[in-house]
């Protein structure tokens, strides 16, 4: 996968806040439901990405992290969810492990 560059040019500076810049998606469940039409030929699953706080931008196989804004997409087989976003954007709080107020599927397994 690769960082789609369509961060806002003025979001090159750092937030140094552990606070979710899509607050509205730090539901797993809420992300979950953004990839009801995720393409089925890519190589990583709706809920893998939704585990790594990513959610569905609606085109091809562009995704979005709830925390720190950061997109990628042109998923390749072999790339895992939680792996690109780790190397795209390492400075991401909740790749970090920070509380970030991530909300896990509740009895997911
Ligand atoms: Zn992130």
């Given at each position: 996968a690769e960082d789609l560059q369509f961060r806002l040019r003025t979001g090159e500076v750092v937030d140094e806040s552990t606070y979710p810049l899509v607050p509205h998606m730090r539901k797993e469940e809420d992300r979950l439901r953004t990839f009801s039409s995720w393409p089925s030929t890519a190589p990583v699953t709706p809920r893998d990405l939704a585990q790594a706080g990513l959610y569905y931008l609606?085109?091809?196989?562009?995704?979005?992290?709830?925390?720190?804004?950061?997109?990628?997409?042109?998923?390749?087989?072999?790339?895992?969810?939680?792996?690109e976003h780790t190397k795209h954007f390492p400075n991401c709080f909740f790749i970090l492990g920070h509380d970030v107020g991530n909300i896990p599927l509740l009895g997911g397994a």
């Open positions: 609606g085109e091809s196989d562009g995704v979005q992290c709830f925390c720190c804004q950061g997109m990628l997409g042109g998923w390749e087989e072999g790339d895992t969810a939680w792996g």
